[in-house]
């Protein structure tokens, strides 16, 4: 079984390069029966699990923990057995939805680190209105990355608005969504910051040990990329930073995207944070907190 799966992973290798173009990722083959799968991928089963009950001779058994889950809501079965290998490929535990709803279900019943969604989903659920509904329910702060085949520059700042950490567009690498997932993970779970700092800007404040951003005590949900963009202005108070430097800082240096992400996340925090938040356009420049 082992063979197997190397041969299928080396053949999804061979045809990386490939995906640039679309066709092949489009094309690929289901990779569940080849790899001896016989869980319901559809429906939640983890992605492998009854290959990892057969193989007890396995010198390093692989441990999933609810920490390592990922959920990926994709309804073309090709694009989301490729997620899951990749992803498996790197140490997750993988969740599949084929639609909306079961993707919430999975959400709130596993506790994911992160999601996947794609936008264009079956049904009165869309990935839009899944990511709205993390953001305003009980998963406030889910690092979401989101997966669509649409290209146009609303979308991509609608996802944004709606609280998406992160966006790429189809035809994808598997390799570059897999270290955009850890990129997004790591920012969520940065231990540098000391566990008791708060910063107060303002009638703001910005708790780094709890990730949580509070005004007059209670506490305002932001997601992932917000908090840390509000957290980097915080922790240089008084200071003009270009729209660059909050990039490079915020969504790290290898990330490349167009400057007006940080025009939507900015316009978040103040929508959500209101006229407490001492957050002042340097026309030309950027911004500056306090």
Do not use: F, W
């Given at each position: 079984m082992k063979d197997v799966h190397e041969r299928a992973l080396l053949r999804l290798h061979r045809v990386e390069e490939g995906f640039e173009g679309g066709d092949e990722l489009i094309a690929l083959p289901r990779?569940?029966?080849?790899?001896?799968?016989?869980?319901?991928?559809?429906?939640?089963?983890?992605?492998?699990?009854?290959?990892?009950?057969?193989?007890?001779?396995?010198?390093?058994?692989?441990?999933?923990?609810?920490?390592?889950?990922?959920?990926?809501?994709?309804?073309d079965p090709h694009i989301a057995d490729l997620l899951d290998l990749y992803l498996r490929d790197a140490g997750f535990r993988v969740l599949q939805a084929a639609d909306g709803e079961r993707g919430l279900e999975l959400i709130r019943d596993h506790q994911p680190v992160l999601a996947v969604l794609d936008i264009g989903l079956p049904g009165a659920i869309d990935g839009m209105e899944v990511c709205r509904r993390v953001r305003s329910g009980g998963t406030p702060s889910l690092p979401v990355l989101m997966l669509t085949a649409r290209a146009g520059e609303i979308d991509r700042v609608l996802g944004l608005e709606l609280g998406a950490d992160d966006y790429v567009t189809k035809p994808f690498s598997p390799r570059e969504l897999v270290a955009r997932v850890r990129a997004i993970l790591r920012r969520a779970d940065d231990k540098a910051r000391p566990a008791a700092a708060i910063l107060r800007i303002g009638d703001v404040e910005v708790d780094l040990g709890r990730r949580e951003a509070r005004v007059d005590g209670d506490v305002v949900p932001l997601a992932t990329r917000e908090f840390a963009l509000l957290a980097f202005m915080a922790e240089n108070e008084g200071l003009v930073l270009t729209r660059q430097q909050l990039l490079d800082n915020v969504w790290g240096h290898g990330w490349y995207g167009d400057e007006r992400t940080v025009d939507v996340h900015v316009r978040q925090l103040r929508k959500k944070l209101g006229e407490r938040l001492p957050l002042a356009t340097v026309w030309g420049v950027g911004y500056r907190l306090g």
């Open positions: 990779l569940s029966s080849e790899l001896g799968n016989g869980g319901d991928l559809r429906h939640g089963t983890p992605y492998g699990a009854s290959t990892e009950r057969e193989s007890p001779d396995d010198n390093v058994p692989r441990r999933m923990t609810r920490e390592q889950t990922i959920v990926v809501v994709e309804d």
